[in-house]
């Protein structure tokens, strides 16, 4: 069975890199039928950043991405928290000292810090006796435990970047067990994923030099190795890997600002893999089942809000009915204070006009108040309507409707329809001045039938007489 794990430290927010990691994993997982799970990795105690925790949980559930194993569903794999199993990674250690693939290494603050940033350790410790090793650590001497880099070339395939080859030489005696007992990243790393069963390890493309050292150690172990998919850098408008630091937002700042979690999932499985076909809106079990991993792409992607808000538009426009009307009644009850309108229809007219909820009051604030306008809206060339016509246009229509005694939108767009037809006008000289005359707006949720319906004979009257006003003081 396929098993994957997100495995992030403790140290903030999730970052759009961070939840990408985890929705290829978890995509990885379920399209093979196999377990996704979630380690936390808090062995680095300096960084632990409050509330981290709860952060990740919290992503992972509004994502969607429901793991299978966890630290707060447990497992028969746990504890999934790296600091609760500090006593398994020592051992496993001791055993690579024994076997030479390892080594104590008492050297201090003093003698590290005379190494220049790119010098590697020097190995004096290696030559140390085993009597000598022993009355250090009888004294209580500090001490780490170093991985000992073997002569040679190490080779890895990458699903994504191929096969790659790196010289030991390049690489420097890492620190497995710390002086305070606990392992370090790398280390702990490899012994939880054999020990979890991970068979696949999908991670940024900034640990690809890292790799050969977890391979070095799965061969010192005599482990399987699991399959590696490194991915690609994200990069903000700037063409910069997307930090916090510098101002690129968060999976909770996207939320924030007003998109939806569906949304972002959607676009972020986008930065860096590509569909077979040229679909790009995908439900999560529709991004399960036509994930494919040999279609991810090694070159960065570049993270474009405009991107996005179409997306999010797009996830609102296919909301069932009754889903958009519990976002968004809430919205149009603040925003519209007038008696007797129909909010239910009101949000239907928005649905498809919007690409963020907030975007609603603007859309309709027309409906309490008729905004201050100018005539030139009563121009428009596609529309063949200008000033003078959409006057005369104008009367016609406020007799018309004035003489209707049903007022509800098919007589109302029963009345206007003959009215062009008798006119023997296009529809667009009859509805663009009626529409401008109920909305002061250049761009309103719905046509000029629909808003005579919305706003009521008495006020949709009025408002056709101010337009009319307006226009002939503008005509003198």
């Avoid at 085993?130 to 699903?159: C, M, N, W």
């Amino acid at each position: 069975m396929i098993r994957t794990r997100f495995a992030p430290s403790p140290t903030g927010y999730m970052h759009i890199g961070n939840l990408r990691t985890a929705l290829y994993e978890y995509l990885i997982a379920k399209h093979y039928g196999g377990r996704f799970i979630l380690r936390i990795e808090d062995t680095d105690q300096n960084r632990w950043v409050d509330g981290s925790v709860e952060a990740i949980h919290n992503t992972l559930i509004t994502a969607g991405l429901r793991y299978d194993e966890g630290p707060d569903i447990g497992g028969e794999y746990g504890p999934y928290v790296q600091s609760r199993r500090k006593d398994i990674y020592l051992k496993y250690a001791q055993e690579l000292v024994a076997n030479g693939k390892a080594y104590y290494c008492f050297c201090g603050k003093e003698c590290l810090d005379a190494l220049t940033e790119h010098e590697k350790y020097d190995r004096r410790c290696l030559n140390l006796t085993a009597e000598e090793i022993q009355a250090k650590l009888a004294s209580g001497a500090p001490y780490v435990i170093r991985q000992l880099i073997p002569d040679g070339e190490t080779r890895f395939l990458d699903l994504v970047f191929g096969d790659i080859t790196i010289n030991n030489d390049e690489l420097d005696d890492q620190v497995l067990i710390k002086s305070d007992g606990l392992p370090t990243y790398n280390f702990a790393n490899v012994i939880d994923d054999h020990l979890m069963e991970i068979t696949h390890v999908i991670r940024g493309n900034e640990y690809l030099s890292s790799t050969p050292k977890y391979n070095l150690l799965y061969d010192a172990f005599r482990w399987k190795i699991p399959v590696y998919i490194h991915l690609p850098l994200i990069l903000n408008a700037n063409g910069e890997k997307m930090s916090k630091r510098k101002g690129d937002a968060s999976f909770e700042d996207l939320l924030a600002q007003g998109f939806l979690p569906e949304a972002v999932v959607n676009y972020i499985a986008l930065l860096g893999w590509s569909p077979a076909d040229n679909n790009e809106i995908f439900s999560l079990p529709e991004l399960i089942e036509q994930f494919d991993e040999t279609r991810l792409s090694k070159a960065p992607s570049a993270f474009d809000t405009r991107k996005l808000t179409w997306i999010n538009g797009e996830y609102i426009k296919k909301l069932a009915p009754e889903a958009f009307q519990a976002m968004s009644l809430p919205v149009l009850k603040s925003a519209v204070k007038t008696p007797g309108i129909d909010l239910v229809s009101v949000s239907e007219m928005v649905q498809t006009r919007i690409n963020f909820i907030y975007e609603i009051p603007q859309l309709v604030d027309f409906i309490d108040k008729l905004p201050d306008y100018g005539a030139e809206l009563y121009t428009h060339k596609k529309m063949k309507t200008n000033t003078e016509n959409s006057l005369a246009n104008l009367k016609h229509a406020l007799t018309v409707l004035y003489g209707l005694n049903l007022w509800d939108l098919t007589h109302i767009h029963d009345a206007l329809a003959g009215l062009v037809e008798s006119l023997g006008i296009k529809n667009g000289q009859m509805l663009w001045p009626v529409r401008t005359a109920l909305s002061g707006k250049p761009s309103s949720p719905c046509g000029a039938a629909e808003l005579c319906a919305l706003l009521g004979k008495d006020e949709s009257l009025k408002r056709i007489q101010m337009g009319i006003a307006l226009l002939e003081s503008y005509l003198m």
